[in-house]
């Protein structure tokens, strides 16, 4: 009887054990994701303030000018062609 008991007790602490584990696994993929999450939202904010600060900066007017050109050529959108520019 004492040996069953022992038995079922090791079992207990075992099963406790691998849950523990468990969730901590499941906290570090919580965590990862959400950092990761944060990570692209940040990069996705900086890429889309750069468009904004290159079409509302200083040069705007010369980059009026060059769309104006580009547009009576029928070369790119003026979307299109900020995206290039900043990826280029």
């Known amino acids: 009887m004492l040996r069953h ?3 079922k007790r090791r079992l207990f602490f075992q099963a406790r054990a691998l849950t523990d584990f ?3 696994v499941l906290a570090i993929a919580v965590v990862m994701s959400a950092v990761a999450v944060a990570g692209t939202a940040r990069a996705r ?3 889309n303030y750069q468009i ?3 079409n509302t900066g200083s040069n705007a007017k010369a980059r009026q000018r060059l769309l104006d050109a580009s547009s009576e050529e029928g070369m790119a ?3 299109i062609l900020s995206r ?3 990826l280029a």
Do not use: G, K, L
Request: aromatic residues 16%.
């Open 5 to 7: 008991e022992s038995c």
């Open 52 to 54: 904004y600060a290159e």
């Open 84 to 86: 290039e520019h900043h």
């Open 77 to 79: 959108t003026p979307r």
């Open 45 to 47: 904010n900086r890429v």
């Open 22 to 24: 468990f969730f901590d």
